[in-house]
């Protein structure tokens, strides 16, 4: 096999409480790309349509990653890669991830699986790190393993998955805004009182048990951000209106989707994710701000061949 077309997902991270360590993947949004093996040695990125995104290897996300572990394996062959942007970049459901992560599962894939879902996400860290300024896998582990994760270290890299209740739906609303990551992690306090650690550690781990156990209550519960989301909803117009509605309508939880302006809202069951749904394009069609609205299951494979 010469040439692989793969979904590489969307994903939410931070999953309000788990800060730079949580994460899971969506199933109906993300990129599609293909990476094609040549004689001619070297990475090159040869098509992308969908958005204006940089063609040399070493200014694109998909290009830094691959590159890296092109130049680790120094494989026989060289590499070319197609990318066919459906996530908006800026839209905080890891569009820079999907690029990142979907590089190096396709060359890992050409090459026969020499690498583990680990080390292919350490080397998709390296192109992560040129969108946000920094090595971090909340939105590249659940894109390379599927389902929720939880990234225990980066150095080393750890990556904990856990089990995803059969039946939790996420809603999303996507303001066409865009927040850049590297904005809204400078707005981010160096210093948190004790007091809001102790309760935001206490909901990560709530929240982890939650999901072992399918308590929907425990998940509800524990889906509150008292460290990151009081700084950042501020970037995001009409939040708390948001967040009001989409909790009237039964979610079980509501919070940014990694650095914004995405806004992600956990529910248990297709109906009341769709009612959700409703509710929130009710607030903002009211706004004057231009927005897209998705239902999704979660997605437990990750990447994926589609041929």
């Known amino acids: 096999m010469k040439e692989i077309k793969i979904f590489s997902p969307a994903t939410v991270a931070n999953v309000a409480c788990g800060f730079d360590v949580l994460g899971f993947c969506l199933a109906t949004i993300g990129d599609e790309m293909i990476i094609r093996q040549t004689d001619k040695k070297g990475i090159k990125i040869v098509k ?72 292919l996400t350490n080397y998709a860290m390296k192109g992560e790190a040129l969108a946000s300024q920094s090595e971090h896998a909340d939105n590249l582990a659940p894109a390379i393993f599927g389902g929720f994760t939880l990234v225990k270290s980066t150095h080393p890299l750890q990556i904990i998955e856990l089990p995803t209740p059969s039946g939790l739906y996420v809603t999303l609303i996507h303001p066409q805004i865009e927040i850049k990551t590297s904005e809204s992690r400078a707005i981010l306090p160096k210093d948190i009182p004790l007091k809001n650690a102790i309760t935001q550690w206490a ?60 806004i992600f809202v956990l529910s248990k069951g297709e109906v009341v994710a769709k009612t959700v749904e409703q509710a929130l394009r009710n607030v903002y069609s009211e706004t004057g701000v231009a927005f897209e609205t998705y239902v999704s299951e979660i997605n437990t494979e990750g990447i994926k061949i589609l041929t």
């Open 203 to 262: 909901n990560v781990g709530s929240l982890v048990h939650g999901l072992h156990t399918s308590n929907y209550d425990l998940i509800k519960d524990s889906l509150n951000d008292v460290v990151i989301e009081p700084h950042r909803k501020q970037l995001i117009p009409h939040f708390d209106n948001i967040k009001s509605h989409a909790m009237e309508a039964g979610a079980l939880g509501c919070a940014i989707s990694g650095s914004g302006p995405s």
């Open 48 to 119: 992308i349509e969908g958005y204006d995104l940089p063609f040399e290897v070493e200014k694109n996300v998909a290009g830094v990653s691959a590159l890296a572990m092109y130049n680790d394996l120094k494989p026989d062959c060289g590499f070319e890669i197609e990318i066919y942007k459906k996530i908006k970049p800026g839209s905080g459901i890891g569009s820079s991830s999907a690029s990142a992560a979907g590089s190096v599962f396709g060359m890992n894939s050409l090459l026969g699986n020499p690498l583990n879902k680990t080390q």
